[in-house]
């Protein structure tokens, strides 16, 4: 457990999940309140902050605080001028929503994001479009021991096309790109040291190790552990949230639960590296 002195932090739950408060994500922050931040972010996996209202520009030098930006390979780049933006958004004519099924970010590319940073500044006016957040350290060790053993060293193919499909005949982007990369089923978090289970639905499309019927039903056997409840917390929105989380070792589902409604979010992703 980390002491803090720059920062407040307050957990959601037992597994997952802080608050921050005492920094301005807008104004000058100091490598000490970087490093407790980062701390909070690898001890809780997802952390919160409230009232906070950052420029883009800012926006963009507090992701940098943590590494080199990513460009997201085939999302439309609605601000041309800030590609590492990547713009959550939806409006009376919506739907669907980006990340209505459990995922990890980009988890089709050789190397993964590290993290994202979601500042929403339109939520819908009655509730709705919550975020859940989940600890794949807990899903992990919560697996039986037999279930541990048998993926053990198993690897999954991860495929933008799965999560993506619908940008494949797109021409807005010179760059666009459908990657798809092959990752260790258990992932060692490269700080922390601590396993990880390494598949999610918007993303895996088959062990590499195993015929399809049963790749199949491994997946969908752990899919459905994934979405234990009590491996996971719930974050509601309010105008000027940010939510940091760590790639590496959660998975995040948005809920469209406010069709009709207008929902808007910018988002920096921070690099990361290959999964081990």
């Known amino acids: 457990m980390s002491t803090y002195q720059t920062i407040e932090v ?3 739950t037992p597994v997952i999940g802080a608050e921050i408060s005492g920094v301005d ?8 309140q970087i490093e407790e931040i ?14 906070q209202e950052p420029t883009i520009e800012q926006h963009k030098a507090f992701g940098r605080r943590f590494g080199e930006l990513h460009v997201h390979p085939n999302a439309p780049q609605d601000l041309p001028d800030h590609p590492e933006i990547l713009v959550v958004a939806a409006d009376e004519n919506s739907r669907h929503v980006a990340g209505e099924v459990w995922h990890t970010d980009v988890s089709s590319d050789a190397e993964p994001p590290m993290g994202s940073i979601l500042h929403m500044s339109i939520v819908p006016p009655d509730g709705g479009g919550d975020t859940m ?3 794949m350290y807990e899903a992990y060790e919560r697996l039986a021991e037999p279930v541990r053993q048998m993926i053990e060293g198993m690897t999954a193919f991860h495929d933008s096309a799965k999560a993506h499909g619908y940008r494949m005949k797109q021409n807005d982007r010179a760059d666009m790109a459908l990657p ?10 490269p700080v922390t040291g601590r396993k990880a ?3 999610n639905r918007g993303f895996t499309t088959r062990i590499r190790q195993l015929p399809a019927p049963d790749s199949d ?3 969908e056997m752990l899919y459905r552990h994934i979405e234990t409840p009590e491996f996971q917390c719930r974050f509601r929105w ?25 929902r808007y979010g910018q988002r920096v992703t921070v690099c990361g590296d290959r999964p081990f």
């Open 10 to 12: 307050t957990k959601l």
């Open 25 to 32: 994500l807008s104004g000058k922050i100091c490598d000490r």
């Open 38 to 51: 980062h701390n909070a972010l690898l001890e809780h996996l997802v952390i919160f902050f409230r009232d």
């Open 133 to 135: 957040f989940a600890s």
């Open 180 to 189: 798809s990369s092959e990752h260790p089923i258990v992932r060692t978090h």
């Open 197 to 199: 289970l390494y598949v």
């Open 217 to 219: 039903a491994v997946l």
């Open 238 to 262: 309010r105008p000027g949230s940010i939510a940091f989380w760590d790639n590496r070792a959660t998975q995040h589902r948005a809920l469209f639960d406010y069709q009709g409604e207008r």
